[in-house]
């Protein structure tokens, strides 16, 4: 029986288990519970001889304790080898792309114009959005009647007849103008980017809500040739050195002498191989406006322009309507 163990150790210590099969094979040839060797050897052991009993059984106990270790020892060892060659993760599936916003076109534009006018020296300003009659008008020099007024192009939070003359969604940015020159004394340089409202037909050019850049610059001996200076400063750094603009005499009521910048678009669809599009209005500001404000129009003169950031975004982008801005198909904005 001694002998029969010495075998069976050697067979055990020399055993390779090369998979989780084999690891199984080799339990039960050992400890299966109906045939396995040393399971039968157990049963036999009240054949030896009782001085010898004590000795065979310490003997085949370490021979069970020794099978039981390696075979755990090779499940270990299977199994991280098995993990190894089919891992979870499948690699060769492509990645998922997370989901990201985008800027809005509108902000973008609006950001680049704010950040180049900010490196020319001019400073940000705000004004609110619900404006008084005074600072959207009768302070910009219009006349009472003028046309701008009137319902048609003018959203009244107040009626006009009213004892304060009427409260208007701001129909333009050059409120801020007004509201810049009350509470700071040249030299002013600023600009103004913000909502502004019309009471318009909707339709591919026009919206009843569009955004505006006002700017502003007041001091000693400042002309026209400065202004016509900048706006072409801003148009080459904006649409590049190859742009084609143009200064067209306009009239606004807050401004004299007025003008119109356009810029030439190339669209190989039109006849003339592309046409001006108007980007802003602009010029130098009117006396009446420095003196509703306290400014000494003799010693002070200034320059204002006003551009429409979606005319400029539609440029930029080549976009043909302007109501593609405020729908927020995201199928369209994703794409900016
Ligand atoms: N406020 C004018 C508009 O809305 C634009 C403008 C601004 C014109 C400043 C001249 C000077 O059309």
Known sequence: MLDRIDELRSEINNASINSLEEAEEFRIRYLGQRSGIITNLFKKIGEVAPEDRPTVGKELNALKGTVESLHEAALARLEE???????????????????????????????????????????????????????????????????????????????PDGPRNGVVLRTHTSPVQIRVMENTAPPVRIIAPGRVYRNEAISYKSFCLFHQVEGLYIDEGVTLGDLKQILRTFAEAFFGEVVQMRFRPSYFPFTEPSAEVDIWWEDEEHPEGGRWMEILGSGMVHPNVLESVGVDSERYTGYAFGMGVERIAMLRYGIDDIRTFYENDVRFLEQF
């Open 81 to 159: 080898e098995t993990d190894g060659d089919a891992p979870e993760v499948d690699l060769t599936l492509p990645g998922r792309r997370p989901q990201t916003g985008s800027v809005h076109p509108l902000t973008q534009t609006l950001n680049d114009i704010t950040r180049l006018f900010e490196r020319f020296g001019f400073s940000v300003a705000e004004g609110p959005e619900i404006e008084d009659d005074w600072h959207n008008f009768t302070a910009l020099n219009f006349p009472p009647e003028h046309p701008a007024r009137d319902m048609q192009d003018t959203f009244f939070v107040e009626s």
